[in-house]
Nanobody
Framework: QALLVESGGGLVQAGGSLKLSCAAS????????MGWFRQAPGKEREFVGG????????DYADSVKGRFTISSDNAKNTVYLQMNSLKPEDTGVYYC?????????????????WGQGTQVTVSS
């Protein structure tokens, strides 16, 4: 059974950094794209960025471009989200997800597997 487990969330001051991890197991994800999404209270889940295992190509939402970096470690079946220059508006539950579709998708319905999420809180 496919399993995605996020870790690394926490409380950080504005301007600080956090690095999230997403460990994948239970199936082969090498042909999948991995996405990071976040959901703030009362808001819809939104795309943050994604990466393809096959060529490590990435895509980012405009709101995080230049501050967040996604990387992967195929040997560890783990994807990372390095978040720098954090802002209070980055607060939310961060989820990783896997999509078997071509390219890096930005729509939640196109991701088949989801982690349980990890809370990120940025204080002002």
């Amino acid at each position: 059974q496919a399993l995605l487990v996020e870790s690394g969330g926490g409380l950080v001051q504005a301007g600080g950094s956090l690095k999230l991890s997403c460990a994948a197991s239970g199936r082969t994800f090498s042909r999948y794209a991995m996405g990071w999404f976040r959901q703030a209270p009362g808001k819809e889940r939104e795309f943050v960025g994604g990466i393809r295992w096959s060529d490590e190509s990435t895509d980012y939402a405009d709101s995080v471009k230049g501050r967040f970096t996604i990387s992967s470690d195929n040997a560890k079946n783990t994807v990372y989200l390095q978040m720098n220059s954090l802002k209070p508006e980055d607060t939310g539950v961060y989820y990783c997800a896997a999509s078997p579709l071509t390219g890096i998708r930005r729509v939640t319905s196109e991701y088949f597997y989801w982690g349980q999420g990890t809370q990120v809180t940025v204080s002002s």
